[in-house]
């Protein structure tokens, strides 16, 4: 037996008791006559101490370990001389009567503590050490428990978790597809799926009106620092619903979380706002609503005074930063080069500061009267203290640059609180979007997104106009997850293929088991897909979902500690019928 | 809105409410006068009245619906005056006084019901309709209720679900590998895992002493009914452990599971049998113990009397087939041809009849006597009424024979009910395996699972001779999982390699990356995994996996539904970096 307590559990209601205990040797601290060691597993460390009344022999075993050993230990629980109020096993500590070296360990190659002194690359390689630390273990337990709530929830709501395949078919829409080479059908290849998408359309047809799956996920993409070619999804489906069926349904699933997770009783319903207020108002399609300093359009309370960089413009707007009036000449100058950064692109920065006295000094006050000012600071319902942060140029361009410089200033204020939660629905998304490049329509959602019934009629004469029952769900201005209603009415979808100048021989080559299935009596359904992986990081308060991945790739797709992907033996090739192309680099 | 209630869900006591439904038209019975549809959805079926009191255009619309129609319904709540006690919404039918079409559907190409006309490969390609039967759904609906329960356990012991990568290494050991080609890192490959072997164990290193994933594993195997390219598999490890200790925290998981969801309690401790018992009693490593028929072996009883046959043998064994004295001559013909079959590969089957009246009569009177054959019998424990069969020849294929023989008497008897369980584990598998092509030892297990403490001694002098603490769950004769306590000591692993011929540069290149971890303080650990799929057909009672999953693929690893693999784009191969050779066929 290697234990009958773990090391998180002691307290100093055991004292006297003997207990066998198994982990980690954390740190060693010898004070001559005491040694005194923290020993440590998942669910805490302990305090073992050895002194003159511990056995010689067991005592030559302790000077022989080193951190990262493994250990067991038997010993007599004892009340701590001097507790430590910070461990939750503080009060007390083991006077150790027997030891067993299960395992040595080398030397880690970074320390194994909150704060460690390992560097990226290093804790990448040596994953299964990182893993060891304190914060990234919690990291895993969040996500553990959040899977677990995430099921409680949906079963109890009469949802049923269905696997579909991960060898599919190849839809050479949306991203890359990872290909699979098939040995018992030389020269043909699966795909790994993108999402499930069409496959629980499928069990709607099925009559499985209510349908999820948390499920793996690939993309052979382009990495950035918060993609992985690898992610997990929470997959639903339902069927005879609208969408607000699926916004109540699963506003249910996220209260549920922020109550069992992170202890937060959401008694509104979440605010829901359309595509077009959250990009006029935010400037983007995920706004952070943990703060307000929404947008105010000035185009035409600031023409026609003379600013000819405000009179040559399509749109002029900005925020009212609450009590920045006391702005420095630096920090005004650093917040206008922050907006001049090729990533962000607005051409200046115009400011005006509501002074405390009610007077207004601004960057425009040449061509700008106090009045003038005064009309603005009122209508961007703005106090005496305040301070007028304003772009102008391209209307579309503006707006992402005003939503850049209004999540600074919400970090430079700190409202954007990591432990406050801001969730919302983004509505009404537009179901096309014009590619200029390709000068046609793309679907923004997917080909089988429905639009908005009364907007059916624009499908001929202005397709852009047209809105879709698709939704995203946001907190704190990430994009959790995202849906819609789909198309289950064959006219209809005929009429979204045109749009996308999709020819029906076409569209029965790429969708043709789909569309298919819905000659059989399709019910309408609509869904909804959650990144798992970022939820998690939204809920741990990281930015990166690396952090909630036991084993993440790198920005090349790698994964440093398995060493993978590899070369692979001539044979092994020749049998999936492939062979590797010469590669130029 | 699309529905107030389900159809399975109104009862008597709902007379007299206007409810609102939505579902499938299953079956339309026109009496004239009046007209009775089912209307079906995933809960199950209402009845539907349109009579002399039905508006016109109601009726009208009535008229035109087809089976598998997707309909939403109004209507008022009656009392049947014929009830259908099988139904369980059988006491009461809706008045139908409004109805709106969906969605039409064109015939199905077989019938949706319990027993239907459409074969194994129709309903394949349409798996989307033959989704919509009763047996099927309720397979997935067991699956859904296995998963949770099986997560609700592990979780209730702490178990942490940890998610590991499905883009991993290759390890040319085992199965064969699926292989992914990586466009970022051209020429390379990743692999689909076979199982999250290695991973789980770096996982223990870490720390996490009780892991579990039901995760999808991979193996491009040449298929069989029962295999499928790709699986679920409930993988489970535990740290500071030992053998007993899994052995007991998965008898509970499946005790859980048997009350759960089978509505059965075991008391007992489940059955553990050596593997050299299970041969030798059953001839199998994974014994059907519904039923007795154990073998016994007459090798020194039945020689030396003159049957040339016994005499040259190295083994004679058989089972008391219990009140089958009456065996017709064609019965046993039967019998005799059946395992003369080459795929059992008998030479012949001796029986010996006890007699109601204590005579003895059997294929070899020439040789025994009255009394010979009463000593096999009383040995054999056979009463009056019982028949002995025998088999003889080399000892492990006829072990083998025996064991098809008693499967096969099993049957017959009916003592193999689907709905009776006998949950057993198969403990001290030998730790090698002599392969007499390649003249070496295999890992029966794999490379990382220990001898057991006693057998070490047998590494340099007898290898073969080695038992490991690997085991077997099995339940009605169907291995449900396997596992093994593994090596957490280099020492120890360095003795395992070489007897498994494998050097130390050789290890490195495989298994380096678990080695590495190795050295940084692995505790002893062991783990278990269980095939889902078939899991759920054995609750199911079902001899087949792929009733059990959604979207099965065919033996020749196609998903005939989805149409895949299939041929790909050049230009998607040429990002790869592969191209596919010319396949001679």
């Known amino acids: ?237 339902m069927s005879f619903v609208d969408q607000d069926d699926i916004l109540r349904t699963f506003e249910g699933l996220a209260k549920h979380l922020f109550y069992e997770i992170k202890g937060i009783t959401f008694n509104e319903t979440f605010p829901r706002i359309t595509y077009d207020d959250a990009m006029k108002y935010y400037g983007s399609d995920k706004p952070d609503l943990r703060f307000g300093m929404r947008f105010y359009e000035l185009t035409d309370n600031a023409k026609g005074k003379g600013f000819v960089v405000f009179d040559s413009v399509e749109y002029i707007g900005g925020f009212c930063a609450k009590g920045c009036s006391e702005y420095s000449r630096k920090q ?103 590619d200029e490049e390709t000068k046609r329509f793309f679907a923004m959602h997917h080909p089988f997104t429905s639009p908005k019934d009364e907007d059916i009629k624009y499908f001929e004469s202005d397709p852009g106009k047209m809105h879709a029952n698709a939704y995203d769900f946001v907190i704190n201005g990430v994009e959790i997850g995202g849906g819609s209603i789909r198309i289950f009415n064959s006219d209809l979808q005929q009429k979204m293929f045109s749009a996308l100048g999709i020819s029906k021989e076409e569209a029965e080559i790429k969708f043709g088991f789909l569309l298919n299935a819905f000659r059989f009596g399709a019910p309408p359904h609509g869904g909804i897909a959650f990144g798992f992986d970022r939820w998690c990081s939204v809920f741990g308060g990281s930015e990166s979902i690396r952090d909630f991945i036991a084993f993440p790739k790198n920005n090349s797709g790698r994964d440093v500690m398995l060493d993978t992907p590899g070369k692979i033996d001539k044979k092994q090739l020749d049998e999936l019928y492939i062979q590797v192309l010469p590669v130029q680099k």
């Not at 055991?14 to 998942?42: C, H, K, P, Y």
């Not at 194994?112 to 040596?126: A, C, N, P, S, V």
């Not at 043909?188 to 499928?202: G, H, I, N, R, W």
């Not at 207004?360 to 006050?365: A, E, T």
Request: net charge negative; with cysteine.
């Open 1 to 237: 037996m290697y234990r009958t307590h773990t090391c998180g559990e002691l307290r100093i209601n055991s004292v006297g008791e003997e207990v066998t205990l198994s982990g980690w040797v954390q740190a060693i601290r010898n004070l001559g006559g005491m040694t005194f060691i923290a020993l440590r597993d998942r669910y805490g460390i302990t305090q073992l101490v050895f002194d003159e009344n511990t056995p010689k022999d067991i005592i030559a075993l302790a000077n022989q370990l080193g951190r990262e050993f493994v250990i067991k230990i038997t010993g007599k629980v004892a009340e701590r001389s001097s507790k430590n109020p910070k461990m939750e096993t503080g009060d007390i500590e083991i006077s150790v009567s027997d030891i067993k070296i299960l395992n040595k360990s080398e030397t880690p190659p970074f320390t194994i503590e909150d704060e460690t002194d390992g560097g990226d690359e290093l804790r990448m390689k040596y994953r299964y050490l990182d893993l060891r630390r304190n914060p990234v273990r919690k990291n895993l337990e969040l996500r553990h428990k959040m899977g677990q709530e995430i099921r409680r929830y949906l079963d109890g709501e009469r949802f049923i978790e269905i696997e579909t395949p991960a060898l599919v078919n190849s839809t050479p829409e949306g991203a890359r597809d990872f290909l699979v080479p098939s040995r018992m059908n030389p020269g043909e290849f699966y795909a790994l799926p993108q999402s499930p998408q069409t496959l629980k359309q499928l069990l709607m047809v099925s009559g499985f009106d209510r349908y999820f799956q948390v499920v793996k996920c690939f993309r052979d993409e382009d990495l950035r620092a918060d993609r992985q070619p690898e992610f997990t999804q929470i997959d639903c489906e």
């Open 332 to 434: 005004l100058d650093e917040l206008t080069l922050f907006v001049q950064r090729p990533q962000v692109g607005a051409k200046g920065l115009v400011y005006v500061k509501y002074n405390a006295d009610g007077t207004f000094k601004s960057s425009v006050d040449k061509f700008y009267s106090q009045d003038d000012l005064k009309r603005w600071a009122d209508y961007m319902e703005a106090q005496p203290g305040d301070l007028l942060l304003i772009l102008a140029g391209k209307k579309s361009t503006t707006l992402t640059a005003l939503n850049v410089l209004r999540l600074e200033m919400g970090d430079q204020l700190k409202l954007r609180d990591k432990d406050k939660f801001a969730p919302c629905w983004v509505v009404d998304f537009p179901l096309l979007e014009w």
